[in-house]
């Protein structure tokens, strides 16, 4: 399955969405708290958003899906089903999120 790291949101294939995910809403997968920036798809149209028990998927639902953020480059994601989630970082205080 594939692997795609997009500035500090993982994508990794995935070969069914779980059992009870629920449609979201909008395309983007993640918020940049300090930029104000967002990891999403370029055409809401070739894919949707799911969740399930606080985690996030991405169905590709034509040939390829865009993935952009304004500062890094697009990946060009093929159709599929994806987990999505924001890296993580160690500190000796904490484990906490990687924001852009």
């Not at 997009?6 to 940049?32: F, Q």
């Not at 149209?45 to 799911?50: G, P, R, Y």
């Not at 993935?67 to 093929?78: M, N, V």
């Amino acid at each position: 399955m594939p692997l795609y790291r997009h500035g500090d949101v993982i994508v990794k294939g995935i070969e069914t969405l779980p059992e009870g995910a629920k449609k979201c809403g909008n395309i983007t997968l993640a918020y940049g708290e300090m930029t104000g920036h967002s990891h999403r798809i370029a055409d809401p149209n070739t894919a949707q958003t799911f969740e399930c028990n606080g985690q996030l998927y991405l169905e590709v639902t034509s040939a390829t899906a865009l993935l952009i953020h304004e500062e890094h480059a697009a990946i060009k994601l093929a159709k599929g089903v994806y987990h999505v989630w924001q890296q993580r970082e160690y500190t000796p205080s904490e484990i906490r999120r990687v924001y852009d």
